[in-house]
């Protein structure tokens, strides 16, 4: 079993839409939780962390976090064609320094 | 603009030759990164930097080797390289982990290398 688990997508939605992008993680010690957005060719840029069980907003983002069912999801409201790109969950293994485990990415496709 | 820099930005290099990627963050992290990101696949750690000594060494052949002369900087010796070594070398930084403080990583923007 993978350590983080994303579909791979493409995941399309049209403009306005919310998009919605999730993740599983099978080490139940993890503590901290990371969405990185990639665009071809760039390097992943943080757009949210969450530590906590629950909601965290920020803008039209949110990430949602249940470490009782080891799942973490972004939503992204009013989506954008600009928001199309590669989102990249991320955990940090609790006992690993600051190893990050990475998903292996879901492809968002926002349509006008 | 990004705080954390990285040149060169691109880099081709053969199999005989000796190049070094560098790394600087302007944020006040203690704790550096590099990865390694194959096309269509997420970024693979290599090596972890805490207060300027190495403390993960993802099993990395000995080709790469890092350095890290002060907080800020952050270096990539590179030296027989294979082809199969062409990507896009990420450095990246954050707080240590650990002391309390959030540590999200701050990527800088890649070197991409071609190994020929």
């Known amino acids: 079993q993978k350590e983080v688990e994303q579909n791979s997508g493409p995941l399309s939605v049209p403009e306005g839409a919310i998009a919605s992008l999730n993740c599983t993680y099978s080490d139940r010690v993890s503590q901290s939780f990371f969405w990185y957005r990639q665009y071809s060719g760039k390097s992943p840029e943080l757009i949210m962390s969450?530590?906590?069980?629950g909601d965290k907003e920020d803008g039209r983002f949110t990430a949602q976090l249940n470490k009782a069912s080891q799942y973490v999801s972004l939503l992204i409201r009013d989506s954008q064609p600009s928001d199309s790109a590669t989102y990249l969950c991320a955990v940090n293994i609790g006992n690993q320094g600051g190893k990050l485990i990475f998903g292996q990415g879901t492809e968002l496709s926002v349509k006008p | 603009d990004t705080e954390v820099t990285q040149t060169p930005k691109h880099l081709v290099m053969g199999m005989t030759n000796k190049k070094s990627l560098k790394c600087e963050q302007h944020m006040g992290h203690r704790a550096m990164y590099w990865y390694k990101q194959k096309a269509k696949k997420p970024p693979e750690l290599m090596f972890v930097y805490s207060y300027e000594k190495l403390s993960i060494n993802e099993s990395v052949p000995s080709r790469f080797s890092p350095e890290c002369p002060n907080s800020s900087l952050l270096n990539l010796h590179l030296h027989a390289l294979q082809p199969e070594d062409s990507a896009l070398y990420l450095c990246a930084s954050s707080q240590v982990p650990g002391t309390g403080s959030s540590y999200e990583q701050y990527f800088g923007p890649g070197t991409r290398l071609t190994v020929t």
């Open positions: 969450i530590y906590s069980n």
